[in-house]
């Protein structure tokens, strides 16, 4: 058994390193194989084939990814809103740093136009539009944030999350920072809990304005 | 002559449009030829393979998107830094909603983790971090933000700027947003001109703590 989980985390490994480098279409099975020292059969065996292996790979990332807002939605009963977003980011953060290659991965998939990414949006991402609502309108209930205007913010808020994961040999390479670094999620968490209190404040002054 | 632009721009239009549905890599000359309705010969005329393509995707994009950034660090002169930096993210809000195609296409090819984006990293990606910093510096130039925190400030700015292009498919079927419509770019720039306004407000009023 134990075998068994460590030759499939040892295939996914080094798809998503190999996908990484050469982009999902740019890689093989057989180049998979190579890559984790074991026979293609083996591939085949757990994943079936390369779609099962990309959803294999959304799974193992939207499954935590959601269950981090789900916790918050629910702890909204008996938390302040900007504690609960906050946590739900430092959560989403440090998962995001641990597992940096499968969220690089899995971010950039999605940025293309395709059938599986119709499939994902129409399933995760809308999942993930209910709970992030939840949390944001909570937050900002003044009459300043229009509906529109709160998707704007989250957004805003999915852009920062996302963006040092996705490209972080930019970072790495142009900033010297490295998102797979525990410290890096600590102090980036500065930076988007920052802008969580820009937004509040704007909030709350906007309700005085209005009273 | 116009014949020729067209042929050429075609060509273009066809490749972005395919390696946005399918990804580079699963994209082949022939497929683009046979898109752009010409003999794949004119392909390699025009820009000898695939990698000619990409490279000349890369500056159809980088080129206009670093000047106006140039424009703006040259106003810095006789302009007030807010407004230098606003008028920069306006004019790329609008050029990436032109293009918003070649933009998408651009910023999702630069996450992976490649010999060509090294040197995308290297030419255009250092310019665009030197000119972000000397208006960055102006904006916010109090002891609260040292140079580690300045840094993170443009991580944030690029990832929002990017994020809608990169995410079209996300934005319209999740929030029934256009990123390519006009309308998007005013209303998405409010929303940062807002996040640079609390920027420097933070700024200000770490300047009169200090004072």
Same mark, same amino acid.
């Given at each position: 058994?134990?075998?068994?989980? !460590? $030759? ?19 890689? !093989? ?38 269950? &981090?807002? @789900? ?58 539009? &209910? ?10 209930? !003044? ?24 490209? !972080?040999?930019?970072?790495? @390479? ?6 797979? @670094?525990?410290? &890096?999620? $600590?102090?980036? &968490? ?8 820009? $937004?509040? $404040? @704007? ?9």
């Amino acid at each position: 058994m134990r075998q068994a989980t !460590s $030759t499939k985390e040892t295939i996914l490994e080094s798809a998503i390193y190999l996908f990484n480098t050469k982009g999902f279409d740019g890689v !093989s099975i057989r180049d998979i194989a190579q890559k984790a020292r074991i026979n293609p059969a083996n591939i085949a065996y757990y994943f079936n084939n390369k779609q099962g292996l990309l959803e294999a790979c959304l799974v193992a990332f939207f499954e935590p990814y959601l269950s &981090f807002l @789900e916790m918050e939605v629910r702890n909204l009963d008996h938390s302040a809103p900007d504690l609960c977003l906050k946590k739900a980011v430092k959560n989403i953060l440090q998962f995001q740093s641990e597992h940096h290659l499968l969220t690089r991965f899995v971010w950039r998939e999605i940025s293309l136009d395709s059938q599986v990414v119709r499939e994902i949006i129409s399933s995760y991402l809308m999942k993930e539009r &209910f709970l992030f609502k939840e949390i944001i309108d909570q937050l900002v209930n !003044s009459e300043k944030y229009s509906p529109s205007s709160k998707s704007f913010l989250i957004i805003q808020l999915k852009g920062m999350l996302a963006m040092p994961y996705l490209n !972080s040999q930019y970072l790495r @390479e142009v900033w010297n920072l490295y998102p797979q @670094e525990a410290y &890096f999620a $600590t102090r980036y &968490f500065q930076v988007i809990e920052q802008w969580i209190k820009d $937004t509040m $404040t @704007e909030s709350i002054n906007a309700k005085k304005i209005l009273c």
